[in-house]
């Protein structure tokens, strides 16, 4: 640790190690039993001042930056990780990657809806209904995990529909495809999000569809949770 505190010339991957290692220094339990590894707690804190001194340098801030911009998937990652210990928003960057390639862009899509709130989510989800092909997507529940090859768009819509039950009242277009999603997480999300509705600002559609998707569901876990949703019960 001396060295790297010493080093001139450091880089993310550093700063990612010594980020990683100032959350652990951080925890509160468990040092009492580290003792006998020589975890004293002088040897502890004099690692959290060397820690804190290393990420506290605005390089950090300037080379996450820096490593965004690059086109080397590598790279953009340590960047991204960088950014999020530094609490750096990267809302725009990962909406920017979404736009330019919507059905290949899982990791932004992670991070994008991770960032979304409730002044972002109309955008988010207006971008979403204009590329997503429905079409493809509510070709009638089966017992598919909706994952891998051939299976992109539903996967895209997984990342959202996981979000939804944040934003009540927001995304019944998407709902309505992850119910008639061949997809059983597709079909499971789209419940969870539409439990976190009140029932009566449900659309006037909703019900007949959830009723519909009831009678021709063939897994009998969602089917369940299905039952629940027309219940009022809470869907687990």
Same mark, same amino acid.
């Given at each position: 640790?001396?060295?790297?505190?010493?080093?001139?010339?450091?880089?993310?991957?550093?700063?990612?190690?010594?980020?990683?290692?100032?959350?652990?220094?951080?925890?509160?339990?468990?040092?009492?039993?580290?003792?006998?590894?020589?975890?004293?707690?002088?040897?502890?804190?004099?690692?959290?001042?060397?820690?804190?001194?290393?990420?506290?340098?605005?390089?950090?801030?300037?080379?996450?930056?820096?490593?965004?911009?690059?086109?080397?998937?590598?790279?953009?990652?340590?960047?991204?990780?960088?950014?999020?210990?530094?609490?750096?928003?990267?809302?725009?960057?990962?909406?920017?990657?979404?736009? *330019?390639? $919507?059905?290949? @862009?899982?990791? &932004?899509?992670?991070?994008? =809806?991770?960032?979304?709130?409730?002044? %972002?989510?109309?955008?988010?989800?207006?971008?979403?209904?204009?590329?997503?092909?429905?079409?493809?997507?509510?070709?009638?529940?089966?017992?598919?995990?909706?994952?891998?090859?051939?299976?992109?768009?539903?996967?895209?819509?997984?990342?959202?529909?996981?979000?939804?039950?944040?934003?009540?009242?927001?995304?019944?277009?998407?709902?309505?495809?992850?119910?008639?999603?061949?997809?059983?997480?597709?079909?499971?999300?789209?419940?969870?999000?539409?439990? *976190?509705? $009140?029932?009566? @600002?449900?659309? &006037?559609?909703?019900?007949? =569809?959830?009723?519909?998707?009831?009678? %021709?569901?063939?897994?009998?876990?969602?089917?369940?949770?299905?039952?629940?949703?027309?219940?009022?019960?809470?869907?687990?």
């Amino acid at each position: 640790m001396n060295h790297v505190w010493s080093c001139p010339a450091l880089g993310l991957k550093h700063f990612l190690t010594v980020a990683a290692l100032r959350q652990f220094l951080s925890e509160q339990n468990g040092w009492e039993k580290r003792k006998d590894s020589g975890w004293t707690e002088t040897r502890r804190r004099n690692l959290q001042s060397l820690c804190e001194d290393i990420f506290s340098r605005q390089t950090w801030r300037e080379q996450a930056m820096q490593a965004l911009n690059s086109i080397d998937e590598q790279i953009f990652y340590e960047g991204d990780s960088a950014a999020t210990c530094l609490s750096i928003d990267t809302w725009e960057i990962h909406f920017d990657r979404v736009k *330019a390639a $919507p059905l290949d @862009s899982s990791f &932004s899509w992670y991070r994008l =809806l991770r960032q979304t709130d409730e002044s %972002r989510i109309d955008s988010v989800l207006s971008f979403a209904e204009s590329i997503l092909p429905f079409d493809r997507i509510e070709t009638g529940p089966a017992e598919e995990l909706g994952i891998g090859p051939g299976f992109e768009p539903h996967e895209t819509l997984d990342w959202v529909l996981q979000h939804l039950n944040r934003f009540p009242k927001r995304g019944w277009r998407l709902i309505r495809a992850g119910l008639r999603s061949p997809g059983v997480r597709n079909r499971n999300m789209a419940i969870h999000a539409l439990a *976190a509705w $009140p029932r009566e @600002s449900w659309p &006037s559609e909703a019900t007949s =569809l959830v009723l519909e998707a009831h009678e %021709r569901e063939p897994d009998k876990n969602v089917k369940g949770r299905l039952t629940a949703l027309l219940e009022g019960k809470p869907v687990v």
